[in-house]
């Protein structure tokens, strides 16, 4: 029986195995080969690394696991079942490992606007975050495309890395009487309708075609159209759920099924890979403190 299995082999899973490793802990980590961030150029924001190629940072944490014993298998986790001493984790090649605690850091997939010549553009001047990507699109004029308040939200955020900002719904953007006035108040033009196609040159924005006719120069842009977690487990266990769709954990991790903890973008609201390596560092140190009590090597 492994003490831990982690779901996921991002900067989440992969901090928690090392600190895990380091307590001499017996651990699976299985990832899907699927990491959220696999078509940005640059991971930007961890402290010592900005700028490094993403895949090049997992890379790099799978090598200083190597000290320490811990097994990573490529392959996806189709199922996790509770069992009288911890878990079952069912493996998509038919096969399984018990363990007596769960980490999920399987993180979360955008959901991409179906938009042609978006796909080609996603990772080199489209993008989900500013504060991963505004920098390199300081001074553009940059497109927004979301509708309601989030798009409006993100359309004044971007204020702060360009002047020169317009939302694009695609389609109708249900804003309130007070969100148009915020926007027109901030100098955000808003070209409401159905957005046909990206028009670009390597991936680099140059126009958004409309349906209508129109075309809209812009030279980057942003989406927020929601987001999915990988790993559905969680949910399916019983677990509670944020009203953005992620997993509520206490501040360690730690989810309201006894030994099943969460990590990484799929339970928290700030989403860098530097707080996900944070919190699965903290997970860990959760994780080996209740084995630890489990053997009764803890006074309570």
């Known amino acids: 029986m492994y003490d831990v299995v982690i779901v996921g082999g991002g900067p989440a899973g992969l901090s928690a195995a090392l600190v895990l490793g380091r307590c001499r802990r017996r651990v699976l980590l299985c990832d899907a080969g699927t990491p959220r961030n696999e078509r940005a150029r640059e991971l930007h924001g961890y402290l010592t690394r900005d700028g490094i190629a993403p895949l090049d940072l997992l890379r790099a944490g799978r090598s200083e696991l190597r000290p320490y014993g811990i097994e990573l298998r490529e392959i996806r986790v189709s199922g996790i ?31 991409l606007p179906d938009i042609p010549g978006l796909d080609e553009c996603y990772g080199i001047s489209a993008h989900h975050c500013p504060y991963c990507d ?14 309601r308040a989030s798009g409006t939200g993100l359309a ?18 249900r804003l309130d009487r007070a969100h148009r006035s915020r926007l027109a108040a901030h100098g955000i033009e808003v070209h409401e309708g159905p957005i ?20 809209i120069s812009c030279e980057a ?33 730690q989810t309201r099924v006894p030994g099943l903890y969460v990590a990484g ?7 860098f890979a530097v707080v996900a390596a944070a919190e699965g560092a903290k997970a860990a140190v959760a994780i080996n403190k209740a084995l630890q009590e489990r053997a009764g090597l803890a006074v309570t």
């Open 81 to 111: 079942t509770i069992v009288p001493d911890g878990f079952t984790v069912s493996l998509a090649d038919g096969g399984g490992a018990d363990a007596r605690t769960v980490l999920i850091a399987g993180g979360v997939t955008d959901r």
């Open 134 to 147: 505004g920098w390199e699109e300081r001074e553009r004029t940059i497109a927004v495309i979301g509708n």
């Open 156 to 173: 004044l955020a971007l204020k702060t890395w360009s002047d020169r900002i317009i939302l694009c719904p695609n389609g109708r953007a």
């Open 196 to 215: 046909a196609a990206v028009e670009h040159e390597g991936g680099r924005v140059r126009f958004l075609a409309m349906a209508g006719g129109d075309r």
């Open 221 to 253: 842009i942003f989406f927020t159209t929601g987001q999915r977690a990988q790993c559905e487990v969680p949910k399916q266990l019983g677990c509670a759920l944020t009203r953005h769709g992620l997993v509520k954990t206490d501040h360690l991790g």
């Open 265 to 271: 973008d799929a339970s928290r609201d700030v989403q």
